[in-house]
């Protein structure tokens, strides 16, 4: 962390492991999800769904990793976060553009 550098050393690694831990609960938790979203099942017929449970899975996957990354203690402002949001932007348009209307895909938000 960068802006830690400047702060007494016990304030440091206390914040560090708080850092650390909350990625720890998080990639848990993203963990859980991906586990929701492998286990679902798409039918066949539905290429643009089977398109968006992939993005998705992606995406899950690029933020698992950031978490575990950061919850072993990588430095946060050195883990490049572009590629994440990249994935978070590409499942968020390919569930949009799987869903029945117009009207639903506009209750998808850019951010899931």
């Given amino acids: ?9 016990n304030v440091r690694v206390g914040l560090m492991q708080l850092i650390d831990q909350s990625a720890s609960q998080g990639v848990a938790q993203v963990r859980a999800t991906r ?47 572009a590629v994440l949001a990249a994935k978070q932007t590409g499942a968020a348009a390919a569930l ?8 639903a895909s506009l209750a998808i938000p850019s951010s899931l």
Avoid: F
């Avoid at 949009?96 to 009207?103: E, S, Y």
């Fill in 96 to 103: 949009r553009d799987a869903a029945p209307d117009h009207n």
């Fill in 1 to 9: 962390m960068p802006l830690l550098g400047s702060a007494q050393p």
């Fill in 35 to 81: 586990a929701a979203v492998a286990s679902t099942s798409v039918l066949p017929w539905h290429t643009a769904l089977h398109k968006a449970k992939a993005a998705e899975l992606t995406y899950l996957d690029e933020w698992t990793a950031y978490l575990d990354a950061v919850a072993h203690g990588a430095d946060t402002g050195t883990i490049p976060t």
